[in-house]
């Protein structure tokens, strides 16, 4: 499965079910409302040549030294902000690409976000963060997957400075959805997961089978995608025992870090079912690991 129409058709089989869990999973805390004016403060958008300089938020200034400007609309229901992770390590994949998979699930948040007449914001992130500009309704949803699917991903993940420049644009109460392979210290994750206490946020991590379960075996040499640094090892069966060991501390890890939080959490493998992914993501239970 790709991220096109025949995606958007299997997601609108399965409207009814998504639907329902998302309304029993979030109903009242949707609303935003402003009694006096009819009016409501929803985000803001970087200032460009041509927009109103009253409407440049000093305060954000200050904190992210990037001009943003203010914008209103009327009473809308909860705003969903899906940022993917699109940096060199999300291009591997075997059946799809991890930033393939990762796209399928913020879209599937997106189309969602429609039906039940609400906003949403797509972002990716890698050394710098790209917010999309795309078109309102259907048609935004259309010309997102259109970007996503120019995109190559590419270099490091500057994650936490990504989320932060990312939070400095969302005042009002929001689901935050962040998809990655989180292949880095999870302080990081903790260390930016406190901004969002006043928004609901899930947390996705996607990992390709053969990182959770390693095909490798003898002298091997090792490439980062990331950093373009190389090692030579030998790897035996004690290295694979290793590994997966380190590999599942690290998901904890990461689960740890989301509970402390209250956050919904949620590690898949690109093998899994998108829908099956996404009734762990609504339901009601516990933080999976897949």
């Given at each position: 499965?790709?991220?096109?129409?025949?995606?958007?058709?299997?997601?609108?089989?399965?409207?009814?079910?998504?639907?329902?869990?998302?309304?029993?999973?979030?109903?009242?805390?949707?609303?935003?409302?402003?009694?006096?004016?009819?009016?409501?403060?929803?985000?803001?958008?970087?200032?460009?040549?041509?927009?109103?300089?009253?409407?440049?938020?000093?305060?954000?200034?200050?904190?992210?030294?990037?001009?943003?400007?203010?914008?209103?609309?009327?009473?809308?229901?909860?705003?969903?902000?899906?940022?993917?992770?699109?940096?060199?390590?999300?291009?591997?994949?075997?059946?799809?690409?991890?930033?393939?998979?990762?796209?399928?699930?913020?879209?599937g948040?997106?189309y969602?976000?429609?039906?039940?007449?609400?906003?949403?914001e797509v972002?990716?992130?890698?050394?710098?963060?790209?917010?999309?500009?795309?078109?309102?309704?259907?048609?935004?949803?259309?010309?997102?997957i259109?970007?996503?699917?120019?995109?190559?991903?590419?270099?490091?993940?500057?994650?936490?400075?990504?989320?932060?420049?990312?939070?400095?644009?969302?005042?009002?109460?929001?689901?935050?959805?962040i998809?990655?392979?989180?292949?880095?210290?999870?302080?990081?994750?903790?260390?930016?997961?406190?901004?969002?206490?006043?928004?609901?946020?899930?947390?996705?991590?996607?990992?390709?089978?053969?990182?959770?379960?390693?095909?490798?075996?003898?002298d091997?040499?090792?490439?980062?995608?990331?950093?373009?640094?190389?090692?030579?090892?030998?790897?035996?069966?004690?290295?694979?025992?290793?590994?997966?060991?380190?590999?599942?501390?690290?998901?904890?890890?990461?689960?740890?870090?989301?509970?402390?939080?209250?956050?919904?959490?949620l590690?898949?493998?690109?093998?899994?079912?998108?829908f099956?992914?996404?009734?762990?993501?609504?339901?009601?239970?516990?933080?999976?690991?897949?």
């Amino acid at each position: 499965m790709t991220i096109d129409v025949s995606f958007l058709r299997q997601l609108d089989r399965f409207d009814v079910v998504l639907k329902k869990r998302v309304i029993s999973n979030y109903a009242g805390a949707r609303q935003s409302k402003n009694y006096g004016t009819g009016l409501v403060f929803y985000d803001y958008k970087e200032y460009v040549p041509g927009d109103d300089f009253r409407a440049i938020d000093w305060k954000v200034y200050g904190r992210t030294e990037d001009f943003y400007i203010r914008r209103y609309e009327e009473e809308r229901n909860m705003r969903i902000h899906v940022i993917i992770d699109a940096s060199a390590s999300m291009n591997f994949g075997t059946r799809f690409k991890k930033f393939e998979y990762a796209s399928m699930i913020g879209m599937g948040f997106c189309y969602m976000a429609l039906r039940n007449n609400e906003s949403f914001e797509v972002s990716t992130f890698a050394e710098t963060l790209d917010v999309f500009k795309a078109k309102k309704g259907m048609n935004k949803l259309i010309s997102t997957i259109d970007i996503l699917k120019q995109i190559t991903p590419k270099g490091r993940s500057f994650f936490r400075d990504s989320i932060e420049k990312y939070k400095a644009a969302i005042s009002t109460k929001s689901l935050v959805i962040i998809v990655s392979d989180f292949l880095f210290d999870p302080e990081e994750l903790k260390n930016t997961l406190y901004l969002f206490k006043k928004s609901e946020v899930m947390v996705v991590q996607v990992l390709d089978s053969s990182e959770r379960e390693l095909a490798l075996d003898g002298d091997i040499i090792l490439s980062d995608s990331e950093t373009q640094d190389r090692m030579r090892t030998y790897i035996s069966n004690r290295v694979i025992e290793n590994y997966s060991e380190k590999l599942l501390d690290h998901i904890y890890n990461i689960k740890k870090v989301c509970d402390s939080f209250n956050v919904k959490f949620l590690s898949v493998s690109t093998e899994t079912p998108i829908f099956e992914a996404f009734y762990n993501l609504l339901g009601t239970a516990d933080n999976v690991i897949m």
